[in-house]
Structure formats: structure tokens, C-alpha cells
């Protein structure tokens, strides 16, 4: 090290980062001062996704591909429902 140079105080540099550091942004009204969503921030949150999912769901139902989806559906479900039954009466036979 050169004479010139003093050491850097390891204190100073960490107090000095501090500073430097601009503090959280928390949204006005959304969040607490400790950083915690508030209720109403939450029960909209909650109602916005239900929202989104049941708009989804009626679309869905809409179009052509989404009803032969349904009607897919209906068809396994009754296959299913057929073969359990096959199922059980050739059980109860032997």
C-alpha cells in the first residue's frame, strides 16, 4: 500500500451503503408500512382471479372447440360409467 493512501474504515463503507440504498417502494394504501398486503389489496386480488376464471369457463363453453370438449368428456364418462357396470355384473356371476 502506498504512504498516500489511508485504510478504508469498514464501518464508514457499510454506513455509507445504507445510505446509498433507496428504501422499499410500497404501494399507497396496498401494502403496510412492514411491507404486508392489506385486506381489501387481497379480496380484490382474489375476486379479480375468480372473475378472470369464470369469464374463462364461459368462454370456453362458447366456442365449437369447447363444447367437443364437453361432448368428449360426456362420452368417456359414459364409456366409463358403461364398463364399471360390465364389471360388475360379470362379478356378481361367478
Given at each position: 500500500m502506498s504512504a498516500d493512501k489511508e485504510p478504508?474504515?469498514?464501518?464508514?463503507?457499510e454506513d455509507s451503503k445504507e445510505l446509498d440504498s433507496p428504501p422499499p417502494v410500497v404501494p399507497p394504501?396496498?401494502?403496510?408500512?412492514?411491507?404486508?398486503?392489506?385486506?381489501d389489496y387481497v379480496?380484490?386480488?382474489?375476486?379479480?382471479?375468480?372473475?378472470?376464471g369464470i369469464g374463462a369457463?364461459?368462454?370456453?363453453?362458447?366456442?365449437?372447440?369447447?363444447?367437443?370438449?364437453?361432448?368428449q368428456f360426456?362420452?368417456?364418462?359414459?364409456?366409463?360409467?358403461d364398463k364399471l357396470a360390465e364389471i360388475r355384473r360379470s362379478m356378481g356371476k361367478s
Open positions: 478504508i474504515d469498514a464501518e464508514i463503507v394504501g396496498d401494502y403496510t408500512e412492514a411491507g404486508v398486503p392489506n385486506f379480496r380484490d386480488r382474489i375476486e379479480n382471479r375468480v372473475g378472470t369457463a364461459e368462454l370456453a363453453d362458447a366456442t365449437p372447440e369447447g363444447k367437443a370438449v364437453e361432448d360426456e362420452a368417456r364418462k359414459k364409456a366409463g360409467l
